[in-house]
């Protein structure tokens, strides 16, 4: 079992930066795939980033690439978004979450997950 709790989120004006923590329970952080996941009110769920167990892999969404970047911290059972240049675009409940050993493209997957933070609120007024 795994319990994850974001935090970080605020208000920021376009163009500034937000960095969101994920803290996990366990001992066993560093067997999961973290993924960073965002809804918007009215829209679906969407893929934002992921960082294999290791940290030496990392994969972005689009509309994120070059702007964002995940990190994670093994030893202190922690992951990151660190969020750069954001946009209005940008607003939604940003949610991290867990997944067993896995890599590749299935990643990008809301339903590949196993455990899910109760999300942190990120607002980019412009």
């Known amino acids: 079992q795994v319990q994850l709790v974001e935090s970080g989120g605020g208000l920021v004006q376009a163009g500034g930066s937000l960095r969101l923590s994920c803290a996990a329970s366990?001992?066993?952080?560093?067997?999961?795939?973290m993924g960073w996941f965002r809804q918007a009110p009215g829209k679906e769920r969407e893929f934002v980033a992921a960082?294999?167990?290791?940290?030496?892999?990392?994969y972005y969404a689009d509309s994120v690439k070059g702007r964002f970047t995940s990190s994670r911290d093994n030893a202190k059972n922690t992951v990151y978004l660190q969020m750069n240049s954001l946009k209005p675009d940008d607003t939604a409940v940003y949610y991290c979450a867990a997944d067993y050993l896995r890599w590749g493209t299935a990643v990008v997957g809301p339903h590949e997950y196993d455990y899910w933070g109760q999300g942190t609120q990120v607002t980019v007024s412009s």
């Open positions: 366990g001992r066993t952080f560093s067997t999961y795939t």
């Open positions: 960082i294999q167990w290791t940290g030496d892999a990392t």
